[in-house]
Every structure is written in C-alpha cells, then in structure tokens.
C-alpha cells in the first residue's frame, strides 16, 4: 500500500519541492512530480535556478526516451504519463489518478487557505481508503 506523507505549511512551496527532489536526486531513486502544467513550468525553471552549487537532472513526461532513461526526476500533468512506481510528490490541488501504484506519495501543502482546504479533501481521501498517513509540519521546523 502507498506510504502518505504530508508535508503542510510550507511557505513556498517551489523552493521546498525543490530542495526535496534536491535530496531526492542525491538518494538516487526515480521521482515523478505531479502538478499543473503552470506550476510544471514554473518548477522547471526553479530547478535550473534555485542552487548555483547544485543540478538535479529532470526532464518531462514527453521528452524524448533516452532523456526520460537518464533523467532521475520526471514532471507530469498526471500519474498515466510516469513509468515509474517509486516516489510522487503531488504539487496539485485534487487528488492525482493513479498514486496508488506509487510506493511512495508527498504531498506539499502550502500556507494559504485554499491549498490547506484542498489539502484536507485529500487527506479525507486517503484516510477513508485505509492509508496510513504520515504528516510533517513544516513551519514547526523552522
């Protein structure tokens, strides 16, 4: 069954995915990131901008297959377009179709008001389905 993880109250939430598929890259293992196509884009570039010192190979879901085979890291608009079975982080708003071929789903929560609602009809949903869920509050580690 799919490990859930929440991660709430993050302040932004670009800057924090892009410090966990930082850690993620480092640990080796396939990531496949799930968000709109915006907040896709927006990502891209965060992760060729956020560290000087730092490149964390990621591709799309659409690129060419030698790029998707070396490419650690994958963005897609939906579960269906990911190969892989390793770890979803979930940048969306409603739950992703597919995440329970996933080994592993983190959910990032940022601290407005519409994502933590949205946040919660997740929760709800995974729960009622017997999903043993994990969660990390994020401004409480700061």
Known sequence: ????????????????????????YAAGGPV?????PDTLRALDTA???FSPLDFIAHC????????LAASPIVLAA????LTHGGVLVHLGASVPA?????????????????DRDDARQRWRHYA???????????????
């Open 1 to 24: 069954m799919t490990e859930v993880t929440f991660h709430f109250n993050v302040p932004d939430k670009l800057g924090y995915a892009c410090r966990l598929l930082r850690k993620a």
């Open 32 to 36: 496949g990131v799930v968000a709109p």
């Open 47 to 49: 992760l060729w901008s």
């Open 60 to 67: 799309a879901a659409n690129a060419p297959a030698p790029m």
């Open 78 to 81: 939906d579960c269906g377009a």
């Open 98 to 114: 597919g995440f329970e071929r996933f080994e592993r789903l983190i959910e990032v929560v940022g601290s407005d008001a519409a």
């Open 128 to 142: 009622d389905r017997g999903y043993a869920i994990q969660s990390h509050d994020v401004a409480a580690r700061q």
